[in-house]
């Protein structure tokens, strides 16, 4: 569904991401590990059409070469960011930032409504603050704010960029599990993380990015289990 | 008593056209970051595109003002096009000394082509002062003041509850966040720069009955509309419009009251004293960063 | 396709830079065909040319008045010369844009006097400007002559090198005062522009009426830029004024009279001094200035005071195609004041001296000019038998009151 080929990424003179290579299939969940710099959100950005990517660099979503693609056009083609620091709309109420999400969607009015509900079901806490200003928000409801608002594009496949960040622990495994939830509901998983225990353990398939370079895929368990990552990213000892 | 009214009367009409001006100022503040000064020049230009397509011209009013709007449309775009998307990822103190130069190229361009005497504009509403209830009102005034707030208030509601209005407002709060919701930035900052340019064109019209067309009242009328907007609280909309007019009701009764000459200096002081005591003005928030 | 555009954009602001910034050339559009220079091709003198330098509000508020000036002064400039220049030698006029602005005067005068080495000038209009020239011209001591500045203090504190065509402030608000006290008002209010020329007027007008044991109903200052002054009518109205002397320029006359009218104060008389002297006054002022009253020191369609008068009157029309107004006037009389001082200097001297300059022109006595007969005072003032009372009539011209 997304192939990333050759990818490289540079800041001014900077190469951040050395010709990564990575893969999504459909209804798949699939987790990018890596220490905090290694460019993980360098990644999700290029793909979102956000910053430019090195002439050779491919990436492909549903068969279409979205490489150059301007980010308002990449969200037309169903694929949403839930972007680092969720970035919601601080000034507009819980209802208008998830209009906001709906905003290609303007012509289909019940849709619109549906979507609403749905969200609402998936997350009780943002109906009960729907008139809010979002800038009164807790930091967990935020982070639902953002899914939510990149789910009411109906994407095909959703990206997230570090949901865990700030989020205390109970508010955490919360998150997760409405990710395993958007994916049985048929959206694809892209999730990139600092918590790697938490999305090792919920994802298909791993790769781990060091320095901007891919240095390990495997399937989630696999990569659990494995020694060096335990030792690396999941903070135990020999 | 009825003096009293007067003055509120006569700084009721004035303040709610700094506060159409003021409200330019606020929508490029808060969607580009960068304080227009040239947004004053630009409801000088409006006041010569209506001369040009009223006087000039020989078009009926019904016809000037719509074209004189369009005018000021499309010079607000061709000024977006040339001095601010080109730095739109510029440090904030380029682009305030852009919008400075764009202020004064169009005060000289309107020196040249039209000399810098003053224009006479013939009022659409009639200059007849009527008497209501022992206050002297005349029409023009109250259609400035009905059109300034109306105007203001459709805005708000634009902004509110259309699409594009929460677009504009999306781009305004976040705008690589717009960009990922589907949101056409670039279009959305143009469109806020070409609306405010025919706002302050549109408050340049209503200016010129009363106070001639005149190529440097862009610098007067410019300054008051920015204390007012900062009376206001910059990043706020609705506070436009009641700065503009607490700062014009506060200009009568200062030189009333006070001495005729506290007239220009309120304007300034106010600006002073927001500043210091509280940046965000009346009815801004706490945080105020950028410039 | 930006980087054509950001260059367009500065070329463009160059251009407007450049085009406006001090205009050396007269390029005004009155028909004036004479520009920087001698004000005709075919002078037959052809000595080595006098230059004097000529600064004006050529742009800003006063530009119809500087350009006025310019139009006055050439068309002397033109006769001198076609009859032969001082001894032969043609004066010749490097005109530049002071914008109105004191700062801007000061600049402009300093480049006349440094650069373009001038033995003398003349200039400006606002007499806040006049005075910021006269630091200037003072401290070099170079003869400079203002035709329509009309501020008291500009001959009576104590500058050497200053000589005024125009009737003083002194002599103005005077004629306004006793012509209000004589029609018979009772509650007299003053409307001033805040600076020297409205303040030195108000100076003088507080004296004569304190003389005569009278107080002013208001006293009401306004920024001579303001675009609304309807506070300060207010305080008018509510003093319950018969009368409003209004001592600014034309252009916030005419703002004063409109927003009076608007504040259905239209029955109030308004008086003023020669600042309003302009057709400007009635395009912007329309029917609320018909029946101000002000004071002049030249009406041409009164009976012309003299030979000299009505010539000037024929050859204004014959130049300009129009009906010359009192700053012409003056304009033109200061140029032939500043002749006569060259003249008696090189007559007397043999060379042009600042000091024999001065000496000349205080020397004039009863010379017929088109203002009146002129004697010119030890202050530099031109002193004329009388100010004229004018009143703006239905269709913008102006009648004899008094």
């Not at chain 2, 589907?182 to 900052?189: K, T």
């Amino acid at each position: 569904m997304l192939e990333l080929r050759n990818v490289h990424v540079s800041y001014g003179s900077i190469e951040v991401l050395h010709g990564i290579n990575i893969h999504v299939e459909k209804n798949e969940i699939v987790t990018i590990i890596g220490a905090n710099g290694a460019g993980k959100s360098t990644t999700l950005n290029a793909i979102s059409g956000l910053i430019p990517k090195r002439k050779g660099s491919s990436i492909t979503y549903n068969g279409m070469d979205i490489t150059n693609m301007s980010a308002e056009t990449i969200v037309s083609k169903r694929l949403s960011l839930v972007p680092e620091g969720r970035r919601i709309f601080p000034d507009m109420t819980v209802t208008e930032n998830l209009e906001m999400g709906a905003y290609l969607r303007f012509k289909d009015k019940s849709g619109i409504q549906k979507s609403l509900e749905e969200v609402y079901e998936l997350f009780p806490r943002l109906e009960e603050r729907k008139k809010q200003v979002s800038k009164t928000l807790s930091g967990g409801e935020l982070q639902m704010l953002a899914v939510a608002r990149a789910l009411m594009a109906k994407p095909e496949m959703i990206m997230l960029d570090e949901p865990s960040t700030g989020l205390a622990p109970l508010v955490v495994k919360g998150i997760f599990d409405i990710i395993k939830n958007v994916r049985d509901s048929g959206t694809t998983v892209l999730l990139v993380e600092q918590n790697a225990k938490m999305a090792l353990g919920i994802a298909d398939r791993g790769y781990v990015l060091k320095n901007g370079q891919i240095v390990m895929e495997d399937t989630g368990k696999n990569l659990l289990n494995n020694d060096d990552v335990r030792k690396a990213y999941l903070g135990e000892k020999k | 008593m009825i003096f009293f009214l007067q003055q509120l009367v006569q700084g009721l009409a004035l303040g709610s056209i700094y506060g159409l001006i003021a409200i330019g100022y606020v929508l490029i503040y808060n969607t580009w970051g960068v304080l227009n000064f040239a947004q004053g020049d630009m409801v000088m230009v409006g006041a010569f595109t209506v001369l040009v397509t009223y006087s000039m011209w020989g078009l009926p009013m019904y016809l000037a003002i719509p074209l004189a709007i369009v005018l000021c449309l499309v010079i607000g775009y061709i000024i977006e096009l040339t001095a601010f998307r080109p730095l739109l990822n510029a440090e904030n103190q380029r682009r305030l000394i852009a919008t400075i130069g764009v202020g004064i190229f169009l005060r000289n361009l309107a020196q040249i082509i039209f000399g810098a005497d003053a224009y006479p504009f013939p009022s659409i509403f009639g200059n007849k002062s009527m008497n209501i209830g022992g206050l002297v009102v005349v029409p023009q005034d109250i259609w400035n003041t009905v059109v300034g707030i109306l105007l203001v208030v459709l805005l708000m509601i634009f902004l509110k509850r259309t699409r594009m209005g929460k677009a504009m407002r999306a781009t305004a709060q976040d705008r690589e966040a717009a960009r990922l919701m589907g949101v056409n930035v670039r279009n959305c900052m143009s469109l806020t720069f070409v609306l405010a340019s025919a706002i302050g064109g549109f408050a340049g019209m209503l200016l010129a009955p009363k106070y001639f067309v005149v190529a440097t009242h862009g610098l007067t009328f410019g300054n008051k509309g920015f204390a007012a907007a900062l009376l206001g609280g910059i990043a706020s909309n609705a506070g436009s419009m009641v700065g503009g007019i607490i700062l014009g009701i506060l200009e009568s009764l200062a030189a009333v009251y006070g001495s005729s000459l506290w007239q220009t200096a309120i304007a300034f002081l106010i600006l002073f004293l927001v500043l210091v005591v509280k940046p965000s003005g009346i009815m801004g928030k706490k945080d105020v960063r950028k410039v | 396709m930006k980087k054509f555009l950001a260059m367009l954009m500065t070329v463009a602001m160059l251009f407007a830079l450049v085009a406006c910034g001090n205009n050396t050339t007269t390029n005004n559009g009155t028909g004036n065909n004479g520009n920087t220079g001698t004000g005709d091709d075919t002078s037959t003198a052809t000595g080595e040319p006098i230059k004097v330098g000529l600064f004006g509000p050529m742009s800003g508020t006063n530009a119809a008045v500087g350009i006025s000036q310019e139009e006055g002064v050439m068309l002397a400039v033109k006769e001198i010369n076609a009859a032969g220049g001082i001894n032969g030698r043609p004066i010749e006029i490097i005109s530049e844009d002071d914008e109105n602005d004191a700062t801007t005067a000061v600049s402009v005068v300093n480049k006349l006097i440094n650069s373009d080495e001038v033995v003398a000038l003349i200039g400006s209009v606002n007499s806040s400007v006049t005075l910021a020239a006269m630091e200037v011209t003072q401290d070099v001591g170079i003869p400079h002559l203002t035709a329509i500045s009309s501020g008291a203090s500009i001959t009576t504190s104590g500058y050497d090198y200053i000589v005024r065509g125009q009737a003083s402030d002194l002599l103005q608000a005077e004629a306004v005062v006793n012509y209000a006290i004589d029609a018979g008002y009772e509650k007299i209010g003053l409307m001033y522009q805040n600076d020297d020329y409205g303040g030195g007027a108000r100076d003088v007008i507080l004296e004569i009426m304190a003389d005569k044991g009278l107080e002013l109903a208001a006293d009401e200052a306004f920024e001579a830029t303001a675009a609304d002054v309807t506070p300060q009518l207010q305080n008018v109205k509510a003093a319950g004024c018969d009368c409003l002397i209004m001592w600014c320029m034309y252009q916030p006359g005419a703002t004063i009279a409109n927003q009076a009218a608007q504040l259905g104060m239209g029955d109030l008389q308004l008086l003023g001094g020669g600042g309003l002297t302009n057709a400007q006054l009635y395009e912007l002022g329309g029917e609320n200035v018909v029946g101000v009253v002000n004071s002049q020191t030249f009406l041409a369609g009164a009976d012309a005071v003299n030979d000299f008068s009505a010539a000037f009157i024929e050859n204004f029309e014959a130049e300009y195609g129009d009906t010359a107004d009192s700053n012409n006037a003056m304009s033109y009389d200061t140029m032939y004041i500043l002749a006569e001082g060259l003249q008696y200097c090189l007559d007397t001297y043999g060379e042009l001296t600042s000091d024999g300059i001065m000496e000349g022109m205080k020397s004039i006595k009863d010379m017929d000019l088109a203002t009146g007969t002129i004697t010119v005072d030890e202050n530099g003032d031109a002193v004329r038998d009388s100010i004229l009372m004018v009143r703006l009539v239905e269709g913008g011209g102006y009648e004899l009151v008094q």
